[in-house]
């Protein structure tokens, strides 16, 4: 039998996720920072080339640039780094590297397992004859000094570090990474070792952070908190973290102090329970400012409460943390990835469903091991499908969120 609905007062998951999202809409500010210290952060305005890409006119193999028809007289040769480059006349060849500054006169490049030559002649021995402009990267190929070549808004991964450096950026305008402390509430938990009786390893210690920073994030602290109000209390008090998440303590055990400590600490509720299967005891609170972060505007800090079951946690991770923390990190909101089921999807009778799935050439198939306490299935995920209320079936198109 299908487990209960979260009621009338959950969220839906898409509002929910689009709640999250809206929290976070006014973006951190902008620094300027070196390239090597971007990695992972968000740019805070487009990228513009500083030149040409090429710069100049390259060749685009070794071999020999080669002035008008042959065949041609061979003389020097050019290398990548030189400045000077004598001109070709017509009939002329040189010796030519890839990446080097093709002669100005020159028409073509002649691949070198293309060319024989006798010592002084060089000769066209390719499959098809030699066409003016081949092998050769004319300056200005890629882009123009001045164009842009991505939004604000992108994620800086290495592909754009090369861009930006070949494009002549030595520093980037990037947004500052909101920081996050992570608070891990519960006695019941282990740091190390081999889980007794009445205890379990901690999980989400080691699992959330990455997921997190590969949202933008800078996780400052990982922190356990002891079922005690008065602990958690005062870590909230005392957090000056752009975003504080929490595991555990969001529904309402006998020690889940987590909605009373918001209330006493002046937070506003603006998510309170899900529709989602795992995960629907998760929430999102906007928080007083605290300590140095006073100078921030209101309503620019915010805890994010996940459940304490590690399914369940990843689950209110990738549906309030997740789009919280790419919004305050700037990040622009990308299209959903989507792809067939290859089976029936199961679904819950009326909330979402988040299902650990695998790719296969017919589509997303589901694995086993996915209840809400269970990390086997998510172990061996590419993602998690959003199944609909009442499931999907094969062929339908569902959203995929992928992991870090």
Known sequence: MAAPSTGPAA????RARETARRAGLRPLPAVALPLAETLGRTLAEPLTALTDLPAFDTSAMDGWAVAGPGPWRVAGRVLAGR???????????????????????????????????????????GPQPLTTGQDVRPRGQECRRGETLL?????????????????????????RRPVVELLVLGDELLSTGVPGPGLVRDALGPLLPPWLQAAGAEVADVRAVRDDYGMLRDAL??????????????????VDFLHRALAEAGARLLVDGVAVRPGHPMLLAELPQSGPSRSEPAGTRHLVGLPGNPLAAVAGTVTLALPLLHARSGR????????????????H????RLLPVRHTAAGVVPLAFDGPAMLR??????ALAVVPPGGAAAGDPVELLEGP
């Open 11 to 14: 969220s839906s998951w898409p």
């Open 83 to 125: 400045v000077e480059v004598a001109p070709l006349a017509d009939g002329a060849a040189v010796e030519i590297a890839t990446g080097a500054q093709l002669p100005p006169g020159a028409t073509a490049v002649l691949r070198r397992e293309h060319g024989r030559t006798d010592g002084t002649l060089l000769r066209d021995h």
């Open 151 to 175: 939004p604000g808004g992108t994620p800086v991964g290495p592909s754009v570090l090369g861009l930006a450096a070949a494009c002549g950026h030595d520093r980037l305008a990037v947004r």
């Open 237 to 254: 008090r005392h957090s000056t973290a752009d975003v504080v998440v929490t595991t555990g303590g969001t529904a309402a055990g006998p």
């Open 332 to 347: 622009a909101l990308g299209a959903p990835v989507l792809a067939p089921a290859a089976v029936v999807l199961p679904g």
């Open 349 to 352: 009778s009326v909330d979402t």
């Open 377 to 382: 299935g998510l172990a061996r995920a590419d």
